[in-house]
């Protein structure tokens, strides 16, 4: 009989077998450190309108070729816990205000490798967390100073366009100009119809391969891939109703059996189901509806009666779609088949099938100005283009959305950033103790964000920060990278960000420094690690090619 062996004293003692326990700073600070720094130094290179591209293989052995953070974060499987908090408070970026992931990631990391090189030279814990704080608050309020222009009409075409440039082309360089006036006509034309709020819902994307980018539209309405069911496809002054269930008789739940004893039974059953589809279809029609959307399955016997009545028919098998389409022409959908009251059916100028390249489109067209919901068609040659655009384009809607909340805007091409590295390491002179050392710490985090624009461009980043730094230091506080100027020995290399129209909303840049300080602050105040065992069997085994051959053969 084996002889037990104690545990070791300590809290391996109270932990079930199989759990694992850190502590210290070698084994849990540093560790801790060295995973975000590691998760942001491999973003780091999709950083700016220049940033390069990540290619992914998921568990499902699809391939993604990206440059947003949200796409490449999502495919990653991240176990390590100090992570996974970093991934957290980008996802609550995006929540807030949908854009600026990457710049939270780059932040975090940043202050978080800053403060290794702080802890290492003797700096406590504490006291690196406490310059911190004092960091954000200084950020917070050079920030409020820093404003240089604001979004004064939220429903202004060209205003709108000019300020979606920067957020747009940031994501995709060289389309801005023509992503920006679509986003911002579909953004004005459903903010006519709300009372000053903006959600991304309200604006649809409609991807359809062919043509080049430059044939993309924007409807006031929705297009939906499909086609109609039925003979009908054009419809003017469109009266709808939305089921949520199937255009056809109802069936029992459970399995009947109807005992015919005769032809006439037989012959009289079948014209009673007759009868019952045609009176409701018929009192569809006379109620002036002439537009049914389902989401169930059509019956045949159902579609021959709608086009006996000039009924058009579509069928979409996305509730998601069901209630944006009744959102969009003032209704809501119905969950039972039966005749809609006056109040139950919406309303559109037309509703037509239109060919684009060889895809049929359903077109829900809306009055000018009377919609709540707009769609933006993308065209493009490929796929993963049409891919890059979308992902430009969601940037572009939640850039209107921050700044209907507040239409402050910064400076950009990595103005603020300077313009904070430098105000902050200053305050941070000033002050006496070891504080000052954190918040110099913090103040140089920043640059490491205009270090990455600039490197992603190509350029030489040394020669960028100097110039960049001692021109803030005099007063320049507007001025930034110029990522399409001269070269920087020919004198190039910056611009007055404010003059050349490259703007970032307040918005992003506040939550953006909340979040990755608190992160950042929140890994560095944990001194232990207590991981319970995983729950489960073990793993499966992968496949064996070689499954028929001896155990010990070698290729």
């Given at each position: ?19 694992r326990y850190y502590s210290g700073q070698e084994e849990v600070v540093y560790r801790n450190i060295e995973a975000c720094k590691e998760l942001s130094r491999s973003l780091k290179a999709i950083y700016g309108p220049s940033g390069l ?404 461009s190509g350029e030489r980043e040394g020669h960028i920060l100097a110039r960049l730094c001692a021109i803030h230091q005099e007063g320049g506080r507007n001025v930034g990278f110029d990522l399409d100027g001269r070269e920087v020995e020919a004198g190039g ?63």
């Amino acid at each position: 009989m084996a002889a037990h062996v104690p545990k070791a004293p300590g809290y391996l003692q109270m932990l079930t077998s199989g759990s694992r326990y850190y502590s210290g700073q070698e084994e849990v600070v540093y560790r801790n450190i060295e995973a975000c720094k590691e998760l942001s130094r491999s973003l780091k290179a999709i950083y700016g309108p220049s940033g390069l591209n990540k290619l992914v293989i998921n568990h499902l052995e699809k391939i993604l070729v990206t440059a947003d953070t949200a796409t490449v974060l999502q495919e990653f499987q991240i176990e390590h816990p100090a992570a996974s908090m970093l991934l957290q408070a980008v996802k609550m970026q995006e929540e807030e205000v949908g854009d600026g992931r990457n710049f939270v990631l780059i932040l975090a990391g940043s202050l978080l490798e800053n403060a290794g090189g702080l802890l290492r030279m003797g700096l406590s814990v504490p006291e690196v967390v406490k310059g911190y704080r004092k960091g954000c608050k200084k950020a917070l309020d050079v920030l409020e100073n820093l404003t240089c222009s604001s979004l004064k009409d939220i429903r202004d075409l060209q205003e709108v366009a000019s300020v979606l440039r920067t957020p747009i082309g940031s994501k995709l360089h060289g389309y801005q100009d023509l992503l920006s006036r679509l986003v911002a006509q579909s953004c004005v034309s459903v903010m006519s119809q709300s009372a000053g709020s903006f959600h991304t819902d309200q604006v649809r994307v409609c991807k359809i391969l062919g043509a080049g980018i430059q044939d993309s539209l924007v409807l006031e309405g929705m297009a939906f891939k499909r086609e109609t069911e039925g003979l009908v496809n054009a419809v003017q002054d469109a009266r709808i109703v939305i089921y949520q269930c199937p255009f056809d008789l109802a069936q029992p739940e459970t399995k009947g059996t109807v005992l015919l004893k005769n032809a006439r039974e037989m012959l009289s059953y079948s014209q009673g189901e007759e009868m019952l589809m045609e009176t409701q279809v018929r009192e569809l029609a006379g109620s002036g509806v002439n537009v049914v959307v389902v989401g169930g399955k059509i019956g045949d016997m159902a579609l021959h009666y709608a086009d006996k009545y000039r009924l058009m028919v579509m069928r979409l098998q996305s509730r998601h779609d069901l209630r944006r389409l009744g959102k969009a022409v003032g209704t809501a959908p119905l969950m039972k088949l039966a005749t809609p009251l006056p109040g139950e059916t919406g309303h559109c100028k037309r509703v037509y099938t239109q060919e684009m390249g060889d895809t049929q489109v359903v077109v829900f067209e809306q009055e000018r100005g009377l919609s709540a919901v707009a769609t933006i068609v993308l065209r493009g040659s490929t796929e993963r283009l049409q891919d890059n655009v979308e992902q430009a384009v969601a940037d572009g809607l939640s850039a209107y959305r921050a700044l209907s909340q507040d239409g402050r805007l910064l400076p950009g091409a990595g103005a603020t950033e300077m313009e904070l590295a430098v105000k902050i390491a200053d305050h941070g002179s000033t002050c006496p103790g070891l504080d000052q050392y954190a918040i110099k710490a913090y103040a140089k985090a920043f640059e490491s964000l205009v270090e990455a624009l600039v490197q992603n461009s190509g350029e030489r980043e040394g020669h960028i920060l100097a110039r960049l730094c001692a021109i803030h230091q005099e007063g320049g506080r507007n001025v930034g990278f110029d990522l399409d100027g001269r070269e920087v020995e020919a004198g190039g290399g910056v611009l007055d960000a404010a003059e050349a129209g490259i703007f970032d909303p307040y918005l992003v840049k506040f939550w953006g420094i909340k979040l990755a300080t608190n992160a950042a602050v929140t890994i560095l105040s944990v001194d232990q690690i207590i991981m319970a065992k995983k729950s489960g069997g073990p793993k499966p085994r992968g496949d064996n090619p070689n499954w028929d051959e001896p155990p010990d053969h070698i290729d």
